[in-house]
């Protein structure tokens, strides 16, 4: 069974019991459930804590997917005790890392919005992140455009997700931002993240319930990628 992903429904769990289905030849972990984000779609996996019913802990360097794209695999630091398959287990996320990467990950949806080009790339880090856009012409003035992202995270929208089919996302292509990261397809359905009254966009990973929660951001560089590409970066103020 593909580990049940407790984090699209609900992005502030911070941590689950869980039961061991499987551990890889590399030591991974695999659980029939989880509350921590694989790399993907710009997103950095979850570290955390795993802790086994005596107390002990293993500590969770961060999480990815397996190979056919349906388990979790949550890897362990190195030289850690693995636990034994068919343990119960509790799953306890780094939360403060977890929400600075959620605050980061809306407010580059946000930004989608007030630089409304095809997106080339992307990342979330830890308390700042980027974008890669295709601009025909680069005249941006930073400080413009830092009033006007933070102006919208200033609207207290709310953020929400809804469900469409498979086939309703390829009969509206325009619903897709991205360029090089595929929404999460296969499944078939994929979810959309909706900031009321201002984006709507396949996305698989974490947000905010409202961009009150984002706080202050500050656009700290626009850098040149080739002729008609701009990164912009942005950060916490």
Known sequence: MPTELLFRDDAYLKECS????????RGGIVTD???FYATGGGQPGDGGVLRNTDGSEIVIA?????EDKSDIVHVPAENSTLPRIGDTVTLSLDWPKRFQRMRIHTALHLLTTVLAYPVTGGSVGDGEGRLDFDIPDAGLDKDELTIELNRRIAQNAAVTYR???DEELEANPGLVKTM????????GRVRLVEIAGLDLQPCGGTHVHNTSEIGKINITAIEKKGKINRRVRIAFA
């Open 18 to 25: 869980a039961v061991i289905t499987a551990i890889n030849e």
């Open 33 to 35: 459930r989880t509350v």
């Open 62 to 66: 961060t999480t990815v997917y397996g």
């Open 163 to 165: 469900w469409i089919r």
């Open 180 to 187: 090089s990261v595929k929404p999460p397809m296969g499944t």
